[in-house]
């Protein structure tokens, strides 16, 4: 045991070591100076502003560590947890998520560990607090894409104004980037400054439906494709997609009223047994504690943990309820 704390506390100094390069360190010079002035160069040839150029460019590295970059392009999931807290509202690289998540990982297997007799307890231990910041980034990302759809049906009504005043469509998209409040207003700025420094309309609306997962923006986009190779009214189809919006998201509402109750109940069951469980632990701690000093205690924990959070995702499917 005594081995097995030395090499996992090595492990941590390790991690934290590698975690400060990753924060302070700035990689290559010279590669960064390149990326500037390619970037300055590129913004001069189409005739822009060069500070939006520079925020055009997206960032593709994984980790500002060069050596770590090229091992995480190995895989395929480190460019989609890179999506995945870009649409968070991120500015983090994904080799940093993981680092948190690894230190806060050992670091807590490390604590249950010492206070607690069996390995496999401080382990999901450790694993649940690993996943914390995952949690937490998933938790943003929802609030945000939430927020863009609520507010979505705002900006198709001022793009529907703008298109009736005889505005061309590419002036709505600048005149909601100005007008709206985030996340609606950053990143119709990007699909604007994407079709005016160069890229066609259709790939720019593409990259909005690949960064905002929503099946709205899937509509909106499909809607505005099919009217330019067909033809009719945009107005009307931007009013429409706004309706149907606003009709699904009051259907929702109701939906969430009528579930009050249900999801209540179901998040009493979830954090009854391990309230019951802390209680008991400081009213009476000879009574729980033969969980810790029986051998098979941790056994009859696991297995209630398990069976805990099965019971929790099939509560969670009955009362989430798809609109």
């Known amino acids: 045991m005594a081995l097995l704390i030395s090499i996992l506390t090595f492990a941590v100094v390790a991690l934290v070591f590698v975690l400060v390069w990753m924060f302070f360190g700035t990689g290559s010079t010279q590669e960064v100076v390149r990326r500037r002035f390619e970037s300055v160069r590129k913004a001069e040839r189409r005739g822009g502003d060069k500070s939006l150029a520079v925020d055009l460019l997206r960032d593709e590295m994984l980790s500002g560590v060069p050596a770590i970059h090229r091992v995480l392009l190995q895989w395929a999931w480190p460019s989609r947890m890179r999506d995945f807290l870009s649409q968070a509202g991120l500015k983090i690289k994904p080799a940093k998520l993981l680092m948190i998540c690894g230190i806060l990982a050992v670091g807590s297997y490390l604590i249950a560990a010492h206070f607690l007799p069996h390995f496999l307890i401080a382990f999901f231990i450790g694993a649940g607090t690993g996943l914390i910041p995952i949690g937490v980034v998933a938790w943003m990302r929802k609030r945000r894409l939430r927020q863009f759809e609520e507010h979505f049906p705002e900006a198709l009504d001022l793009l529907g104004r703008a298109v009736r005043a005889g505005h061309a469509f590419t002036t709505g998209l600048e005149m909601i980037s100005k007008e709206s409040t985030e996340p609606i207003a950053g990143e119709f700025r990007t699909t604007f400054d994407e079709q005016n420094f160069g890229l066609p309309l259709r790939d720019a609306l593409l990259n909005l439906a690949e960064r905002v997962p929503l099946i709205d923006v899937r509509f909106f986009v499909t809607a505005l494709m099919i009217q330019k190779e067909t033809g009719g009214n945009l107005a009307e189809i931007?009013?429409?997609?706004?309706?149907?919006?606003?009709?699904?998201?009051?259907?929702?509402?109701?939906?969430?009223?009528?579930?009050?109750?249900?999801?209540?109940?179901?998040?009493?069951?979830?954090?009854?047994?391990?309230?019951?469980?802390?209680?008991?632990?400081?009213?009476?701690?000879?009574?729980?504690?033969?969980?810790?000093?029986?051998?098979k205690g941790p056994t009859v924990l696991i297995v209630a943990a398990?069976?805990?959070?099965?019971?929790?995702?099939?509560?969670?499917?009955?009362?989430?309820?798809?609109?």
């Open 238 to 295: 931007l009013d429409s997609l706004a309706h149907v919006i606003r009709d699904r998201f009051r259907i929702y509402r109701e939906v969430q009223t009528k579930t009050a109750q249900g999801r209540l109940t179901a998040g009493i069951l979830i954090a009854l047994p391990p309230f019951m469980m802390f209680v008991l632990g400081i009213v009476n701690p000879h009574y729980i504690g033969v969980l810790f000093s029986d051998p």
């Open 306 to 323: 398990v069976l805990q959070i099965i019971g929790a995702a099939l509560l969670w499917k009955i009362i989430h309820i798809e609109v």
